[in-house]
C-alpha cells in the first residue's frame, strides 16, 4: 500500500550485510495528506514468500494545528533566579498533554562558569525521577549545587510527547539564558519588593497631576534566616533623555524610608524614573 505521490527506488544489496536488502521511498506530502498516513511493506522474494507485514503511520500536520503548537508555556518553568544548594523539584508546562518519549531524550543541567555538563537525566528510561502529569514535565534531582554557581538547563527534543497516535514532539530548548538559576547562601535571599502603584514602566508610566501630591508605599518581603539590618534608598532619575539624570531633591524629601512623599508642585512636568534600592547587612549580633 503506497501513498498517492510515493516514489519508490530499486532494490539494492545493503554494502555492510549482503544478506540484507534495502529499497529507498521518497515522498513529499501535500495539504491533501494533512492528518494520519497508513503505508505498509509486505517483503517478498524471488520465490513469491512473503515476510510479515509492517505498517507505519505518519502524521501530516500544517502550521495551524494543535500539533504544530506543541511547545513550552513562556513563564511556566520553575524554579528560576535564585536556589538552595538542596534544590530538587523542576517543573516546565506544555500547551498540549504530555507523555513519555518512546525514544531517549535527556534533561542537561550545565555549570555557567565551565559549559560543562554537570548533570542529565534520561526522561525515557528514569521512571522515578521523572513525571508526567497532564501538560506538565517534573523531574527530581539529588544534587548538592554549588553556593554561588550559575548554572542553566537545556533540553533535547521529544522530552515530552502528545500522547494522540503519531503525536508531535516537544521542540529542544538549546538557549543558555532560557532557564537558568543561580545557588545562594541557605542564610539569605534577595528582598522581595512590591511597589504600590505597581505595574509600571517608562513605555507605560503612572500620571500624577503636578498639583497633587503623591505617595508610593513598598511592601518589603526578607527571605532570611539570619540575623541582619536593612537600609532603604529612593533615587529620582529625570528620564526626559536616558534615565541618567539624578534629581536634586529638597531636603524636606525623605527618601531613606520605605515610602516616598513628593509634594505637589516638586517636580518640572515630565518623565522620571523612582528606584527604590534595599540593602541587606549581618547583624553584629
Not at 123 to 145: A, C, G, P
Amino acid at each position: 500500500m503506497f501513498l498517492l505521490g510515493m516514489m519508490v527506488g530499486p532494490l539494492k544489496v545493503n554494502p555492510s550485510n549482503s544478506s540484507l536488502y534495502t529499497i529507498s521511498i521518497t515522498w513529499t506530502p501535500t495539504s491533501m495528506d494533512i492528518g494520519t498516513n497508513l503505508l505498509c511493506y509486505t517483503p517478498l522474494d524471488d520465490r513469491n514468500q512473503q515476510g510479515d507485514q509492517v505498517c507505519i503511520k505518519y502524521f501530516v500536520s500544517d502550521n495551524d494545528s494543535k500539533f504544530a503548537r506543541f511547545k513550552y508555556i513562556n513563564g511556566s518553568l520553575k524554579p528560576v533566579g535564585q536556589v538552595y544548594s538542596n534544590q530538587s523539584v523542576w517543573y516546565i508546562e506544555y500547551t498540549n498533554e504530555v507523555r513519555r518519549p518512546s525514544l531517549d531524550a535527556y534533561v542537561h543541567f550545565y555549570s555557567n562558569s565551565t559549559n560543562k555538563q554537570v548533570h542529565q537525566i534520561n526522561v525515557r528510561t528514569n521512571l522515578k525521577d521523572v513525571i508526567f502529569s497532564k501538560n506538565t514535565l517534573t523531574f527530581f534531582t539529588s544534587i548538592n549545587w554549588i553556593l554561588g554557581e550559575h548554572y542553566y538547563i537545556l533540553l533535547d527534543r521529544s522530552v515530552v510527547t502528545d500522547p494522540s497516535v503519531c503525536g508531535p514532539q516537544s521542540p529542544p530548548v538549546n538557549d543558555v539564558n532560557f532557564w537558568t538559576f543561580e545557588v545562594q547562601s541557605e542564610g539569605c535571599f534577595r528582598p522581595k519588593i512590591r511597589l504600590i502603584p505597581s505595574g509600571t514602566s517608562l513605555s507605560s508610566p503612572l500620571q500624577f497631576r503636578r498639583s497633587q501630591d503623591f505617595y508610593i508605599l513598598s511592601k518589603i518581603g526578607l527571605n532570611c534566616n539570619d540575623s541582619l539590618t536593612t537600609t532603604t534608598k529612593w533615587t529620582i532619575n529625570n528620564c526626559s533623555l536616558e534615565c541618567s539624570s539624578p534629581v536634586q531633591l529638597d531636603q524636606t524629601i525623605i527618601t531613606n524610608f520605605s515610602e516616598l512623599f513628593i509634594p505637589a508642585r516638586t517636580f518640572p512636568y515630565g518623565l522620571y524614573e523612582l528606584k527604590l534600592t534595599v540593602t541587606m547587612n549581618a547583624s553584629p549580633n
